[in-house]
Structure formats: C-alpha cells, structure tokens
C-alpha cells in the first residue's frame, strides 16, 4: 500500500452524481473515495458547467480561493471556486467556474448557434484554474491523475509552464486514457493560445498537425508520466502510439474502479 498521507489530485471532466453516471463519471467519483478511505489526502475537481444543478448539488462559492483571474492567450477571466460535498462520504469536489465559460446549458456546446467554438480558452482556464488553486491552498500532491479529454492539457501545463513550479515539480503525473466520453469541438486558434504561454515547436508535435479530442490525448500521453487505460477496448491509435512512449509506466484496464482499487493505489505506488 501506499505511505500514508499520499496526496493524490484528481482533474476530471466529468464526476457523478453532478452530471449522468457514465463510465468516466462513475470512476472519478468511487476512485477518490476508495483512496480516500485507505488513509491517503485526495483533492478533486472539475468544470462547473451549466448543467450542475448548484441548488440540488449544495455548492457554494470558496471565497478563499475565488477572485484571482487565469489568463488564456492574454485575456484574463476571473476564477471562480466552489465546492460541494458528495453525499454520504467525506469527499469534497472543487469546481472552477466562469459565468462566460462555463455558464451554458451544455459540456461543449457554443453559447449560440453558429459560434467558433471556445473550447480551447475553457479547457485551458479549467486546467490553470485547478493549478492556481491548488497553489492558493497550499497543498503540494504528490500523484495528479487526469481523466477525459477536457483534462488532457493538464499533463502538458504541468511539464512545461508549471514544470518548475515547486508546487508540482516532483508530482508524478498520470492520464487515463478512455474515449467514450463526451467530446467537443476544439478550434484551430488551441496553437495560439499554447503559443502564447511558450508551449511552441517540437512542444507541440504529439498534435501531428491536429486539432481533435484524440490530438489532446496524444498529447497527455506524451506528458504523462504513466497512463492508464481506461476501458477494455481503447482507441487503437492512440494504443499504437503509446506504445511509442517507452518510458511511460502503463496500467492495463484494471476492471472497475469500485472492484479494482487496489490495482489503481499498486499503479500510484509504483511511482514513489
């Protein structure tokens, strides 16, 4: 088992019971839980998006850690944090919330019919906005496992604009890489936008010219420093070129997280 007091940070698109129970959801909700409860500091979080019921769901705003502002391609949008309790555990979920981000009734829709998509400035400000607010809680993790599309840029801030940052610098980073979950469309101006905080070049060649939900998982694999396959059948491009990561430790499908969570703590420990 892992040493007591690992301090395990989840960055997910998507986690039951605040939006549908899909496989994604069901294993950001029940896998933090099971880390939780075998003695280890777990932190979660996620997009508020317009379709989580604040009422129903009890969020309120983090005051402490709301009003600073993210800034994506020189645009700054004030981040907003809030948090909720799951019921019937001890487990808390952050949200990081933007009225003009996050605000719509949908995962990934435009505000309005015919708009570019803005899902490059929302994934990044999500990303940034985990990573500003886990620095104002002064909580260094140790492990930093992402999960869903939406989250791959995760992996990729933390090992080139943040890699330096003594908040994550020794923290292992990890991607599950799944596939069925909801996508988006993702706009051309993404290159822009990683341009403009220094992530250019050879930085961004696990794109292969593409701007696609499985360019950004390309990417996450590419950053991460191990990757667990999250589904029995799994892209098998992506699989072929994970296989061109040598030094990436992988995880095979280890069954339900609910059934299997041993199998994930094994897979965490395998980096101390």
Same mark, same amino acid.
């Given at each position: 088992?892992?040493?007591?007091?690992?301090?395990?940070?989840?960055? %997910?698109?998507?986690?039951?019971?605040?939006?549908?129970?899909?496989?994604?959801? *069901?294993?950001?909700?029940?896998?933090?839980?099971?880390?939780?409860?075998?003695?280890?500091?777990?932190?979660?979080?996620? +997009? @508020?998006?317009?379709?989580?019921?604040?009422?129903? &769901?009890?969020? *309120?705003?983090?005051?402490?850690?709301?009003?600073? =502002?993210?800034?994506?391609?020189?645009?700054?949008?004030?981040?907003?944090?809030?948090?909720? /309790?799951? +019921?019937?555990?001890?487990?808390?979920?952050?949200?990081?919330? &933007? *009225?003009?981000?996050? #605000? @719509?009734?949908?995962?990934? $829709? %435009? &505000?309005? $019919?015919?708009?570019?998509?803005?899902?490059?400035?929302?994934?990044?400000?999500?990303?940034?906005?985990?990573? !500003?607010?886990?620095?104002?809680?002064?909580?260094?993790?140790?492990?930093? *496992?992402?999960?869903?599309?939406?989250?791959?840029?995760?992996?990729?801030?933390?090992?080139?604009?943040?890699?330096?940052?003594?908040?994550?610098?020794?923290?292992?980073?990890?991607? /599950?890489?799944?596939? =069925?979950?909801?996508?988006?469309?993702?706009?051309?101006?993404?290159?822009?936008?990683?341009?403009?905080?220094?992530?250019? $070049?050879?930085?961004?060649?696990?794109?292969? $010219?593409?701007?696609?939900?499985?360019?950004?998982?390309?990417?996450?694999?590419?950053? %991460?420093?191990?990757?667990?396959?999250?589904?029995?059948?799994?892209?098998?491009?992506?699989?072929?070129?994970?296989?061109?990561?040598?030094?990436?430790?992988?995880?095979?499908?280890? #069954?339900?997280?609910?059934?299997?969570? !041993?199998?994930?703590? !094994?897979?965490?420990?395998?980096?101390?």
């Amino acid at each position: 088992m892992v040493a007591k007091d690992k301090k395990v940070l989840y960055i %997910s698109q998507e986690i039951y019971p605040y939006l549908p129970e899909s496989d994604l959801a *069901h294993v950001a909700r029940y896998l933090p839980e099971h880390i939780q409860n075998a003695g280890h500091d777990v932190r979660i979080f996620m +997009p @508020r998006y317009g379709l989580v019921n604040e009422r129903r &769901n009890q969020l *309120h705003e983090v005051i402490r850690l709301s009003g600073i =502002n993210v800034i994506v391609d020189d645009y700054d949008h004030p981040l907003v944090i809030k948090v909720a /309790s799951i +019921p019937s555990t001890r487990i808390q979920v952050y949200f990081i919330d &933007n *009225h003009d981000l996050f #605000g @719509r009734k949908s995962l990934f $829709g %435009s &505000n309005t $019919g015919g708009e570019a998509s803005d899902n490059a400035d929302r994934s990044i400000f999500f990303i940034r906005g985990v990573l !500003e607010a886990i620095k104002s809680l002064r909580w260094i993790p140790d492990i930093i *496992h992402c999960m869903g599309w939406f989250s791959a840029l995760a992996p990729v801030y933390l090992k080139t604009a943040y890699k330096d940052d003594p908040y994550f610098e020794r923290a292992k980073v990890i991607f /599950s890489v799944d596939g =069925n979950e909801e996508e988006g469309e993702i706009s051309s101006d993404l290159i822009k936008k990683l341009e403009f905080d220094k992530i250019t $070049g050879d930085l961004l060649a696990p794109l292969q $010219g593409e701007i696609t939900p499985d360019a950004l998982r390309r990417m996450a694999i590419h950053y %991460s420093d191990g990757v667990i396959l999250g589904q029995e059948q799994v892209s098998p491009a992506l699989v072929d070129y994970l296989q061109t990561q040598a030094d990436h430790k992988v995880l095979e499908y280890p #069954g339900p997280a609910t059934e299997h969570a !041993e199998a994930y703590l !094994e897979f965490y420990r395998s980096f101390s």
